[in-house]
């Protein structure tokens, strides 16, 4: 069955860039996601990239899709404070099927 | 901003007894969903609701477990006798589109259900 592996905590330094990198194993997943959940809060859709597409940029977020590795990085530039959360990677399933297949969580930790 | 709000935030009870957790998903989200966070591993998808039926559920969805919309504006879970392992956050989510075609979803806060 799918699987999104990712590791559980990284911790950077306000100001560089947060690197957080995921794999699956779906090949078939039309599109894969990063949600951002804050301490007390739900699950927060932050981007999403089609699995034909190779990067998409917004603003301080640059998601890279290696489709050939199955490894999905999300790139956070000049990290803020508030930028401390859990991100998850997600994909969804192939053939059209409504479901997501979540991460266990990658906790961001800004040191000042 | 429309938000998906969820009843109880948090929830203790015994093992054996029945548990319903409550959602109140966007009003014009046709998609909903629940999934859950066991402490420590994965978010895990338990079941999609669509046009008044389930539409996909998972293996974690056995038959303890239901899903209703009983009015226009609640999505409920029901845990028919809960076990120590069901202890869990559950988020309910609701989507416009569906995941199929790249809706997004929209979650609650989770509910914590805590089983003894």
């Known amino acids: 069955g799918e699987d999104v592996e990712q590791s559980l905590f990284l911790s950077v330094r306000e100001g560089d860039s947060s690197v957080i990198n995921c794999t699956y194993t779906d090949s078939s997943s039309t599109y894969l996601y990063w949600y951002k959940q804050e301490p007390g809060a739900g699950l927060q859709l932050l981007t999403y990239i089609f699995s034909n597409m190779d990067m998409k940029q917004d603003q301080r977020l640059t998601v890279l899709l290696n489709k050939k590795d199955k490894h999905l990085s999300l790139r956070i530039a000049d990290t803020q404070t508030g930028d401390s959360a859990i991100y998850f990677c997600a994909e969804s399933w192939g053939g059209g099927a409504d479901g997501l297949t979540f991460g266990k969580g990658t906790h961001l930790i800004i040191q000042p | 901003e429309p938000e998906v709000t969820q009843t109880p935030s948090h929830q203790v009870t015994q093992m054996g007894q029945e548990v319903i957790l409550r959602c109140v998903p966007i009003?014009?989200?046709?998609?909903f969903y629940w999934y859950r966070q066991i402490l420590g591993q994965k978010v895990e998808f338990l079941v999609s609701f669509y046009n008044n039926e389930i539409s996909e559920k998972s293996e974690i969805f056995d038959d303890q477990f239901s899903v209703e919309r009983p009015d226009g504006s609640n999505f409920t879970l029901k845990i028919r006798s809960t076990k120590l392992e069901d202890s869990a956050m559950y988020f309910c989510?609701?989507?416009?589109?569906?995941?199929?075609?790249?809706?997004?979803?929209?979650f609650g806060e989770g509910s914590r259900l805590t089983v003894l």
């Open positions: 989510a609701s989507s416009p589109q569906g995941v199929g075609n790249t809706g997004e979803l929209f």
């Open positions: 009003s014009n989200h046709l998609y």
